[in-house]
């Protein structure tokens, strides 16, 4: 019998320094053994391009990325929901494994104050990837 595969849904408020980070490092880190999701409550036009370069020095690409609007649907289907820094406007649903990550907000900051924020959401990833269950 197979195993399904988890999936986690990371949620700022923007969708353009964190949650796109932690997705890029989950998506980079886990491969197809999770299914990664990222939305923000009040998405920005584009992804933040200090996050972009700061990824990009560890082999990671994300600037393809667009940031998303955070729906219900996406809360719903998601086993594990991690929050960072958008509050009380992330849907509530019984079941899920819910964590609210607090770390500073890349925005407006330069590649020097975000590399410790980007190493911090590795760490944090790395110990989500050993808690889960993965097929």
């Given at each position: 019998m197979s195993q399904r595969r988890p999936t986690v849904l990371f949620v700022c408020v923007h969708n353009a320094g964190r949650s796109q980070m932690a997705a890029g490092y989950l998506a980079h880190l886990a491969g197809d053994r999770i299914d990664v999701l990222s939305a923000g409550s009040q998405p920005a036009d584009q992804v933040n391009q200090v996050a972009v370069a700061a990824m990009a020095e560890e082999g990671i690409d994300i600037a393809a990325e667009q940031p998303k609007i955070l729906t219900?649907?996406?809360v719903r289907e998601s086993d594990v929901v991690i929050?960072?820094?958008c509050g009380d406007e992330c849907p509530f649903f019984p079941g899920k494994r819910y964590e609210d990550w607090k770390l500073d907000d890349p925005a407006g900051q330069g590649i020097e104050?975000?590399?410790p924020i980007r190493d911090e959401i590795r760490h944090r990833?790395?110990?989500?990837i050993a808690s889960l269950d993965l097929p």
């Open positions: 219900s649907a996406a929050t960072m820094g104050a975000v590399r990833v790395e110990d989500l």
